[in-house]
């Protein structure tokens, strides 16, 4: 099951959607703040504008070292970028490349685990009871060497989260395909097996490093691609199991 939050006229709604349907049943509320109850609404998923699954309530937190071809022991914490819930965007929405970005963003494209509750100092295996499932994050980074770190990844857009949640206990995040397109052409694809930290011991690690709360979107790892993005190119994130996000690169006025 995947839970998606959209909107048809004005006002977002939450729902699920099974897979393999086109119908989206519409929930009262957000499911990850009360019991997941049906509205009595049905949407089609060709009708729906989607929008970020999930609006973190505090934060995203991007481990964008957790890359292939690194190395790490059981003992290392992962470098992490902290991102203001304001960076959150979604599907189809605008990557607003800052004045003082130099004109390009890196993209890190990687697997996300949700919170679904506030959670501190999570041993490992039990990581799979405190997320409300799987999605795809992408972290965005502008500027150049005289941009402190925080700056060139915490500007608004910087954060695509979708295009759904995917809830599925039988889900791997370790065994999936992350790969990445500009304008229609892959230029990036790895294996999750093959990133130096595992998901559950990532997301474990960071809720050691903070305390976590619910819808707080955690990127585990993935892969960076390999040249800068600049207006005017469509970015294409993808990750087997989960699905695809296009996010549209432009530049903001300030």
Do not use: H
């Not at 509750?117 to 150049?144: H, R």
């Amino acid at each position: 099951m995947k839970i998606v939050r959209f909107r048809v006229d004005t006002n977002p709604i939450y729902g699920a959607l099974e897979d393999g349907s086109e119908r989206i049943v519409a929930l009262k509320g957000d499911p990850l703040f009360q019991k997941a109850e049906p509205s009595g609404q049905l949407y089609n998923l060709e009708e729906a504008r989607l929008l970020s699954p999930v609006i973190p309530r505090s934060k995203a937190v991007s481990c964008c070292a957790n890359l292939p071809g690194k190395t790490a022991s059981a003992e290392q914490w992962p470098q992490v970028a902290i991102k203001p819930n304001t960076a959150v965007i979604g599907p189809d929405d605008p990557i607003a490349i800052p004045a003082w970005g130099g004109g390009k963003a890196r993209a890190f494209v990687g697997l996300a685990a949700v919170a679904k509750t506030i959670c501190k100092n999570v041993p490992p295996e039990q990581v799979g009871s405190v997320i409300a499932g799987w999605t795809i994050g992408v972290d965005f980074a502008s500027g150049n060497e005289e941009i402190s770190f925080s700056q060139g990844r915490a500007w608004d857009t910087s954060a695509a989260i979708g295009p759904w949640i995917v809830v599925d206990p039988g889900f791997n995040p370790d065994n999936v395909t992350i790969s990445a397109s500009v304008s229609g052409q892959e230029i990036a694809s790895v294996s999750s097996a093959d990133l130096p930290l595992k998901a559950a011991e990532t997301f474990a690690k960071v809720s050691s490093m903070m305390t976590l709360l619910p819808g707080d979107v955690v990127i585990v790892g993935g892969i960076e691609l390999p040249q800068p993005l600049r207006a005017g190119e469509r970015l294409t994130s993808a990750i087997t199991g989960v699905g695809q996000m296009e996010n549209m690169v432009v530049s903001a006025n300030r």
